[in-house]
């Protein structure tokens, strides 16, 4: 079932046109990565060292400690990952921030196929499923 629920999402976000954010669980997390579609690790980098990250995922700060940002420096970091028509898949520590970006990312500059993990990392480890230490 999950299955192809998540294969209909993938499929209702083909299309060129925008597209709504897709919040997927983190039980379907393994799936989209495995697949190659890029995943970004939102959180700070105290964050990252406390808790480690899943593994595969790309380290890029959006909200500092203080909760400010700077959406252009990070576009300009983030569009080496994914553009506007790939595929991308945000994380942070439970799906607040995430939310946020994935938001961003959809309205402001246009990407069309964008998930968000609901649960975020806390959900991913509450699963017992392993974290790396991040390389940046």
């Known amino acids: 079932m999950k299955k192809t629920l998540l294969s209909v999402i ?35 980098a105290g964050e990252w060292q406390e808790t ?12 500092d400690e203080q909760g400010r940002s700077d959406p252009e420096a990070w576009m300009r970091e983030f569009q080496s990952i994914a553009g506007p028509d790939d595929e991308v898949a945000i994380i942070c520590r439970s799906g607040a921030r995430s939310r946020a970006v994935a938001e961003f990312l959809d ?19 509450a699963l017992g499923r392993p974290t790396v230490d991040p390389q940046r």
């Open 10 to 44: 993938l499929l209702a976000m083909s299309s060129t046109c925008l597209a709504e954010i897709v919040t997927i669980e983190v039980e379907d997390l393994g799936e989209l990565v495995s697949r190659g579609v890029p995943l970004v690790d939102v959180r700070t």
């Open 52 to 63: 480690g990250i899943v593994p595969g995922s790309r380290t890029l700060t959006y909200f």
């Open 107 to 125: 309205k402001e500059r246009r990407y069309s196929r964008v998930y968000t993990v609901g649960g975020g990392v806390v959900g991913w480890k």
